[in-house]
Structure formats: structure tokens, C-alpha cells
């Protein structure tokens, strides 16, 4: 597969077939490769960012993910008595709140991140549509679900347990919005096969090529397509863990440990083939805040297993 190039502009078109035209990649002979960035959708007088749509079908995905958790989990909380049952059948949504608040707690708080990560942009960061740093996403999503266990009533590593496959599940799919809207979250250079090229993106990937000292048609990483799989490996091993967790085969609060631990190593390394600024110690922010995950998660993995063994010496 060759290097892609972006079509010749043309004044003449409208901006709007200008945006459909910029969304296919082409080779440098000309030929038709696939569809790549499509950062809009036009439907009649609607103009649909497909960030905002990806984010908004990420949430529903983890929606219905956690609201099926919470049922497999209905019986072990009324057990526990964190949910009354007066058995009448009822509408199950409690997944679908959560995650609806949750959500926009993440998003608030992934803005607000990314802008203040620049003190001399942060005014144009905090209204523009694009930039929504993870780190800050996740402290915001953080506080919302601590409220709202002391909501429901629910400890909150247990909480926590519940939320964090669905977690997993929506950053997955809303990485996909950054890989249709081409805003930056590429890699470096590659010689890949599966490289692609976002010269019309919110960040051009044809001004980065000649800054690096390439062509200015020269292939990325798609690292947001790296981050969907990962990400959704991470979710099927935090269900299965759930699974004996509801068995009581594991203690409360280790598939948030999990979250922490496996979310943080795959930030971190894919980081080194990221883009983003470093800021410290070689490192970015990123990594930063994924060494951090990490470590907060090994040493509650460590408390956790800790506190089993002594209850079972105890017992």
C-alpha cells in the first residue's frame, strides 16, 4: 500500500463536499483506498460532529453493559440489603442513570483537564469542541460514581467493581469519534500497512510529516484504532472477573484494581508511539497520570488481598 495524499482543493466546491471528499484516502497514483475521517455527517440541515456521536453511543453501550452487571449483581445486592425488593416487577435503570451522569461528570471533567493543561489557551480549549484529555474524564467520572454509591448505598469498591467493565467498554468506542474527526490522537510516523493519513483533520497529520522530516503524505499510527481493541480486551477480562466476583469467588474492589492496573500499563505504553508533548522526565501527561493509575491500583490490590488473608485467618 502506498503513502495516502488528500485531493487537490478545489474553490469551486462547496465546503460541504469539500468535508465528504476529505474523508476518503487516496494513493499517490489516484486510486481509492477506503473511507478514513469523516468528522461530520450531514443529514439535511443537520451537521452531526462524529466525535460527539461516537462519545454519545460509547455511553449507550456502557449503559447497557452496566445495567446488565447490575442485574446479574440484584440479587447479591438485596441479599446485602443495598436494594429493597418488595417483589413487584419494576423497570431496571439504574445502569442507564449512572452512566448518564457519570458521563457527563467524564466529559466536564476531561475538558476542563485539557484546557488547563495550557495556561495561555486554556480560554479557546474550554469552549471549543474539540481536545478531552482521559485523565481528566476519568477523576470527573471518578466523583460522580462516588456519589453516587453513597446514593445507592453501595460500598464503594463494590461500586466501583460494577462500573468498571462498562468504563472500559465506552472508552473504547468513543475512541473511534477521535479516529473519524482525525483531532490529534494519531502516532508517530509508521511504514505499517494499516498506517493511515489525516491530512484534513482538526490536526493535520501533513504539517507533523514535514515537521519530523518526512513527506508530507507520510502514514501515522492509528492509535485510536489500537486503543478500541486494547480497550475492549480490558472490558472482557473485568465481565469475566465479574462473573466470579458475583460467586463471591473473588473479594470486592480487585476488578477495580484490575481497571486501574490494566487501563494505566496500556495508556502508558501506547503513549510512546503518541504524539502528545512531554513534559517531565520524557514522559507525558498521560503516562503520568497512567503511572499514577497504576500504582494507586497495585497498592489497593495489595490492602485488599491483605485484609482477605487476615479475615481468613481470623475466621
Known amino acids: 500500500m502506498k503513502a495516502c495524499r488528500d485531493l487537490p482543493t478545489d474553490r469551486s466546491v462547496t465546503s460541504a463536499a469539500r468535508e465528504r471528499r476529505s474523508a476518503v484516502l487516496y494513493t499517490q497514483e489516484g486510486a481509492l483506498l477506503f473511507p478514513s475521517m469523516i468528522p461530520f455527517l450531514h443529514l439535511g440541515p443537520l451537521t452531526i460532529p462524529t466525535f460527539g456521536l461516537m462519545v454519545a453511543t460509547g455511553l449507550l453501550a456502557a449503559a447497557y453493559l452496566l445495567q446488565a452487571d447490575f442485574d446479574r449483581r440484584r440479587a447479591q445486592f438485596v441479599k446485602s440489603g443495598y436494594l429493597k425488593s418488595d417483589g413487584k416487577p419494576s423497570h431496571h435503570d439504574e445502569g442507564f442513570l449512572i452512566i448518564g451522569i457519570a458521563g457527563l461528570a467524564g466529559l466536564v471533567g ?4 485539557h484546557a488547563f493543561q495550557d495556561p495561555s489557551t486554556w480560554k479557546a480549549e474550554l469552549i471549543s469542541r ?3 484529555a482521559w485523565f481528566g474524564g476519568f477523576l470527573g467520572g471518578f466523583v460522580a460514581l462516588l456519589f453516587l454509591a453513597w446514593h445507592y448505598k453501595i460500598p464503594a469498591l463494590e461500586f466501583m467493581d460494577l462500573c468498571s ?16 474527526s482525525g483531532d490529534g490522537d ?3 510516523r509508521t511504514t505499517l500497512p494499516w498506517g493511515m493519513s489525516f491530512p484534513n483533520g482538526t490536526v493535520s497529520t501533513t504539517e507533523k510529516c514535514v515537521e519530523w522530516g518526512f513527506p508530507p503524505d507520510c502514514r ?25 466476583a458475583v460467586s463471591g469467588a473473588r473479594p470486592v474492589g480487585e476488578i477495580y484494581c484490575g481497571y486501574l492496573i490494566l487501563t494505566g500499563v496500556a495508556r502508558f505504553l501506547i503513549e510512546f508511539i503518541r504524539i502528545n508533548p512531554r513534559s517531565f522526565f520524557g514522559l507525558s501527561n498521560a503516562q503520568a ?15 485488599i488481598k491483605r485484609s ?4 481468613s485467618q481470623s475466621s
Not at 308 to 311: E, F, H, I, R, W
Open 130 to 132: 474539540y481536545g478531552f
Open 110 to 113: 476531561a475538558k476542563l483537564y
Open 186 to 188: 494519531y502516532g508517530v
Open 165 to 180: 467493565p462498562a468504563a472500559a467498554v465506552g472508552y473504547a468506542i468513543g475512541r473511534i469519534g477521535c479516529l473519524l
Open 220 to 244: 501515522v499510527h492509528p492509535t485510536p484504532i489500537y486503543e478500541f481493541f486494547i480497550w475492549l480486551v480490558i472490558a472482557a477480562v473485568l465481565w469475566r472477573m465479574g462473573k466470579k
Open 289 to 303: 497520570a497512567s503511572l499514577v493509575s497504576i500504582v494507586i491500583g497495585v497498592i489497593l490490590f495489595w490492602w
Open 308 to 311: 482477605s488473608a487476615l479475615q
